[in-house]
């Protein structure tokens, strides 16, 4: 069950749903409902990323202030808690800087390819029991792919600028990134191995109850190596500190973004934030269980899913906060060292990783112990 | 594999340069191949104005050098005119100029620290390292009112005694730097990551290092055992006891470590700078002989002649500034200005040996290798 027949289920225990789809089936176009329906349902996803992202970078300056001594934002807002409406409106009302010799076309695009797939990568994410925009069979795949789109966007913002820093930062970008997909890539199919199914509610699922009453049956405890590699390599997608190389702006002075100014900036910005949230949802998807928790037996229907939806956001929030953690104590690493790192040990790692898992899983099916 | 070369300009504004430096980088696709250093960016005059002003109106000039620690920049000029004019100093001024530069070093090794942090891409070290420099800064803010330009050492002396409460406020400071040091290592020494950035990188030999003409925490990082306060001791030095923090590997980690030590060393001076100082007078003049002061600024101010005049001669005078060796050469003709002024500061010197060290490397490696070496712009371009 999806977020489409949630809607619909409300709709129908309020009485709602049969004489709006009478109506609608009176003038022959019931597919108009069906539209109207998947639109709000992206109208709240929208809200929710953009406000999440918002809030994110809020809870970015407050850890960084917090490990560092400081207090940050204070000043807007409760403990500053509107400074993200007020970059808002700043960057909004910044000049929209086009350089003279970029390629205006591209340098235009390339937010835009950015931003979207950053979007998009939220349709299979499963937030809560039933909050789930599209189950897709093919999830995981579909998430791995649509992350690959980034890459693209980066070059061609990097390229369309006309500018040796910018090309640099977005040559590296691309080869940080095509090369953290492969470990990726593999420590994911690692837990596929255990669920044979892509679907990411079927890999939820997979993690529901527990062993002997006290150990969830997350796949963090079955694949502990998988997990870690999987940390490690989603961190570098995300191209935060210790492998901000897209970025590195003690080298490139701000990488590929460097001629963007305003709104484009702030696409950029957006997406870097939403690339967090969305990978820390997968991170949790895959290894922490998702949204499973312990789910009290009293609680009506309804509430199932709100319920499912805490667990589901604190889990998140505190791969968030690693992430963040991370980034305050930790230099970055040189270009080389990261790849050496991506190619020489995390993907022999992974594929041993694979292999043990295989192997595991066989004799479990064909009952062999 | 042949690719085509790329000129980069790094500089001269660059997050990472501290200042406007700017580098002339040939590359071979990540690797450097060649790097030439263009300099004058921030170049001011300050010798051609020592020239022009009067012995005592040059003081505050020297402060904008190494802006970073500008007490033992006041304590190398002054140094020179005092052995120029031949001026003796008391004591206990001594003493407080030694507080003064121990401490001021402590102050410059954070801020170099937590720069090169940040280059590296660690946010953290230079907010913990800022806490701690500020509550320096304030102990210096009592000193003499300023926080970093402090004109506060002057021919003959100091420009006034340390204020009530001063001493027990530095105790403080010493006994938090202790643990403070403490904190750093455990966040930055044993950091994987670190170790790979810094280790075996922007190496340079002994004898390299002594070609270039570098000194200070960028020699003693190649193993060199030179440091002017005990190889030519002046003020209170001979009397105090203190290591020479040397280290062998050569490399950005040496460089970095010999700092850290530096820094537990510089508190090891202070304890022995309070314990022992004496009670005494803040000044002295050419005229007069040593004052009986009661430290007031206006009367120390009063006491030493505005205007006097070295006999004719010439000098060069050094010390061991936290970033190496200071030197000012000053030509008298026997009027109220000096003939020349000539500054030899150790920022130019050690950034001199920058392509050397990098040559093969790439530019990340450049960043971290620069860091170590721990320049400011004011002090190369003068």
Same mark, same amino acid.
């Given at each position: 069950?999806?977020?489409?027949?949630? &809607?619909?289920?409300?709709?129908?225990?309020?009485?709602?749903?049969?004489? @709006?789809?009478?109506?609608?089936?009176?003038?022959?176009?019931?597919?108009?409902?069906?539209?109207?329906?998947?639109?709000?349902? &992206?109208?709240?996803?929208?809200?929710?990323?953009?406000?999440?992202?918002?809030?994110?970078?809020?809870?970015?300056?407050?850890?960084?202030?917090?490990?560092?001594?400081?207090?940050?934002?204070?000043?807007?807002?409760?403990?500053?808690?509107?400074?993200?409406?007020?970059?808002?409106?700043?960057?909004?009302?910044?000049?929209?800087?086009?350089?003279?010799?970029?390629?205006?076309?591209?340098?235009?695009?390339?937010?835009?390819?950015?931003?979207?797939?950053?979007?998009?990568?939220?349709?299979?994410?499963?937030?809560?029991?039933?909050?789930?925009?599209?189950?897709?069979?093919?999830?995981?795949?579909?998430?791995?792919?649509?992350?690959?789109?980034?890459?693209?966007?980066?070059?061609?913002?990097?390229?369309?600028?006309?500018?040796?820093?910018?090309?640099?930062?977005?040559?590296?970008?691309?080869?940080?990134?095509?090369?953290?997909? &492969?470990?990726?890539?593999?420590?994911?199919?690692? @837990?596929?191995?255990?669920?044979?199914?892509?679907?990411?509610?079927?890999?939820? +699922?997979?993690?529901?109850?527990?062993?002997?009453?006290?150990?969830?049956?997350?796949?963090?405890?079955?694949?502990?190596?998988?997990?870690?590699?999987?940390?490690?390599?989603? /961190?570098?997608?995300?191209?935060?500190?210790?492998?901000?190389?897209?970025?590195?702006?003690?080298?490139?002075?701000?990488?590929?973004? /460097?001629?963007?100014?305003?709104?484009?900036?702030?696409?950029?910005?957006?997406?870097?934030?939403?690339?967090?949230?969305?990978?820390?949802?997968?991170?949790?998807?895959?290894?922490?269980?998702?949204?499973?928790?312990?789910?009290?037996?009293?609680?009506?229907?309804?509430?199932?899913?709100?319920?499912?939806?805490?667990?589901?956001?604190?889990?998140?929030?505190?791969?968030?906060?690693?992430?963040?953690?991370?980034?305050?104590?930790?230099?970055?690493?040189?270009?080389?060292?990261?790849?050496?790192?991506?190619?020489? /040990?995390?993907?022999?790692?992974?594929?041993? +990783?694979?292999?043990?898992?295989?192997?595991?899983?066989?004799?479990?099916?064909?009952?062999?112990? | 594999?042949?690719?085509?070369?790329?000129?980069?300009?790094?500089?001269?504004?660059?997050?990472?340069?501290?200042?406007?430096?700017?580098? =002339?980088?040939?590359?071979?696709?990540?690797?450097?191949?060649?790097? !030439?250093?263009?300099?004058?960016?921030?170049?001011?005059?300050?010798?051609?104005?020592?020239?022009?002003?009067?012995?005592?109106?040059?003081?505050?000039?020297?402060? %904008?050098?190494?802006?970073?620690?500008?007490?033992?920049?006041?304590?190398?000029?002054?140094?020179?005119? #005092?052995?120029?004019?031949?001026?003796?100093?008391?004591? !206990?001024? #001594?003493?407080?100029?030694?507080?003064?530069?121990?401490?001021?070093?402590?102050?410059?090794?954070?801020?170099?620290?937590?720069?090169?942090?940040?280059?590296?891409?660690?946010?953290?070290?230079?907010?913990?390292?800022?806490?701690?420099?500020?509550?320096?800064?304030?102990?210096?803010?009592?000193?003499?009112?300023?926080?970093?330009?402090?004109?506060?050492?002057?021919?003959?002396?100091?420009?006034?005694?340390?204020?009530?409460?001063?001493?027990?406020?530095?105790?403080?400071?010493?006994?938090?730097?202790?643990?403070?040091?403490?904190?750093?290592?455990?966040?930055?020494?044993?950091?994987?990551?670190?170790?790979?950035?810094? =280790?075996?990188?922007?190496?340079?030999?002994?004898?390299?290092?002594?070609?270039?003409?570098?000194?200070?925490?960028?020699?003693?990082?190649?193993?060199?055992?030179?440091?002017?306060?005990?190889?030519?001791?002046?003020?209170?030095?001979?009397?105090?006891?203190?290591?020479?923090?040397?280290?062998?590997?050569?490399?950005?980690?040496?460089?970095?470590?010999? %700092?850290?030590?530096?820094?537990?060393?510089?508190?090891?001076?202070? !304890?022995?700078?309070?314990?022992?100082?004496?009670?005494?007078?803040?000044?002295?003049?050419?005229?007069?002989?040593?004052?009986?002061?009661?430290?007031?600024?206006?009367?120390?101010?009063?006491? *030493?002649? !505005?205007? *006097?005049?070295?006999?004719?001669?010439?000098?060069?005078? %050094?010390?061991?500034?936290?970033?190496?060796?200071?030197?000012?050469?000053?030509?008298?003709?026997?009027?109220?200005?000096?003939?020349?002024? =000539?500054?030899?500061?150790?920022?130019?010197?050690?950034?001199?040996?920058?392509?050397?060290?990098?040559?093969?490397?790439?530019?990340?490696?450049?960043?971290?290798?620069?860091?170590?070496?721990?320049?400011?712009?004011?002090?190369?371009?003068?």
């Amino acid at each position: 069950m999806n977020a489409y027949e949630l &809607i619909v289920n409300i709709l129908t225990a309020l009485g709602a749903y049969e004489p @709006v789809l009478n109506i609608f089936k009176a003038h022959g176009a019931e597919y108009v409902l069906k539209v109207i329906i998947v639109f709000v349902e &992206i109208v709240v996803l929208m809200a929710f990323v953009l406000v999440t992202v918002m809030f994110l970078t809020w809870m970015e300056r407050k850890v960084v202030a917090m490990v560092q001594v400081r207090y940050g934002p204070m000043v807007t807002g409760p403990r500053g808690l509107l400074q993200p409406v007020m970059d808002g409106i700043k960057l909004m009302g910044k000049e929209d800087i086009i350089p003279e010799k970029a390629d205006k076309w591209l340098f235009t695009l390339a937010p835009f390819i950015v931003f979207i797939p950053a979007i998009l990568v939220f349709v299979p994410i499963p937030f809560g029991d039933y909050l789930i925009i599209s189950d897709l069979r093919v999830g995981l795949l579909y998430i791995i792919a649509i992350s690959a789109i980034s890459p693209v966007a980066i070059l061609l913002a990097g390229w369309a600028s006309n500018n040796k820093y910018s090309l640099l930062g977005a040559m590296r970008a691309v080869a940080q990134d095509i090369s953290y997909t &492969i470990p990726l890539a593999l420590a994911a199919i690692a @837990v596929v191995l255990f669920t044979g199914s892509l679907s990411t509610v079927d890999i939820v +699922n997979a993690q529901s109850g527990t062993w002997f009453g006290i150990i969830p049956k997350w796949f963090i405890f079955l694949q502990p190596l998988g997990f870690i590699l999987f940390l490690i390599a989603s /961190i570098a997608e995300m191209g935060r500190i210790p492998f901000d190389f897209q970025e590195s702006e003690s080298e490139l002075v701000a990488g590929f973004f /460097i001629e963007y100014s305003g709104m484009k900036f702030a696409m950029f910005f957006l997406a870097e934030y939403a690339h967090l949230f969305a990978v820390s949802a997968i991170v949790v998807t895959l290894f922490l269980g998702g949204w499973n928790g312990p789910i009290p037996s009293f609680l009506p229907a309804f509430a199932v899913p709100l319920v499912s939806l805490v667990y589901f956001l604190i889990k998140t929030y505190a791969v968030i906060f690693f992430a963040m953690w991370l980034r305050d104590t930790v230099p970055r690493v040189r270009i080389d060292q990261l790849l050496n790192l991506g190619w020489k /040990i995390m993907v022999p790692l992974a594929l041993l +990783n694979l292999l043990v898992t295989g192997f595991l899983v066989t004799i479990l099916a064909n009952g062999v112990i | 594999m042949e690719t085509d070369e790329l000129i980069i300009n790094l500089g001269p504004v660059h997050p990472s340069t501290h200042g406007v430096l700017r580098f =002339k980088l040939r590359m071979d696709g990540e690797i450097i191949k060649d790097c !030439r250093i263009v300099l004058g960016y921030l170049h001011r005059g300050t010798e051609k104005l020592g020239e022009m002003k009067t012995y005592l109106q040059f003081v505050p000039y020297t402060d %904008r050098l190494d802006y970073i620690s500008a007490m033992p920049n006041n304590y190398a000029y002054v140094k020179a005119v #005092e052995e120029l004019a031949g001026i003796e100093v008391p004591l !206990r001024a #001594e003493y407080i100029r030694v507080l003064a530069m121990e401490l001021n070093r402590i102050v410059n090794h954070i801020v170099s620290i937590g720069s090169l942090l940040l280059d590296l891409g660690a946010t953290t070290m230079i907010m913990w390292g800022f806490r701690e420099r500020e509550n320096a800064l304030q102990l210096f803010e009592m000193l003499c009112g300023a926080r970093m330009t402090f004109n506060y050492i002057k021919p003959g002396g100091v420009r006034e005694d340390i204020p009530d409460g001063f001493i027990p406020k530095l105790n403080e400071f010493i006994d938090d730097m202790e643990k403070r040091i403490v904190d750093y290592e455990q966040l930055i020494n044993d950091n994987e990551i670190f170790l790979m950035r810094m =280790k075996k990188i922007g190496v340079i030999s002994a004898e390299d290092a002594v070609n270039y003409g570098m000194t200070g925490p960028a020699l003693r990082g190649s193993g060199v055992n030179y440091d002017i306060r005990k190889y030519e001791p002046y003020s209170i030095y001979p009397d105090i006891d203190f290591r020479v923090c040397v280290r062998s590997e050569g490399d950005s980690y040496a460089r970095y470590m010999v %700092r850290i030590d530096e820094m537990k060393e510089s508190l090891h001076i202070l !304890r022995q700078v309070v314990d022992t100082m004496p009670k005494a007078e803040v000044v002295s003049s050419p005229k007069y002989g040593i004052a009986p002061m009661t430290g007031t600024a206006s009367t120390v101010m009063t006491y *030493f002649p !505005r205007i *006097f005049t070295p006999p004719q001669g010439e000098v060069y005078s %050094r010390i061991e500034a936290p970033k190496g060796e200071l030197g000012f050469y000053i030509v008298s003709d026997g009027t109220t200005k000096p003939y020349r002024v =000539k500054i030899r500061s150790p920022s130019f010197c050690n950034l001199t040996a920058i392509p050397e060290m990098v040559k093969g490397l790439k530019i990340p490696d450049l960043i971290a290798a620069f860091g170590t070496i721990d320049v400011v712009l004011g002090d190369v371009d003068r």
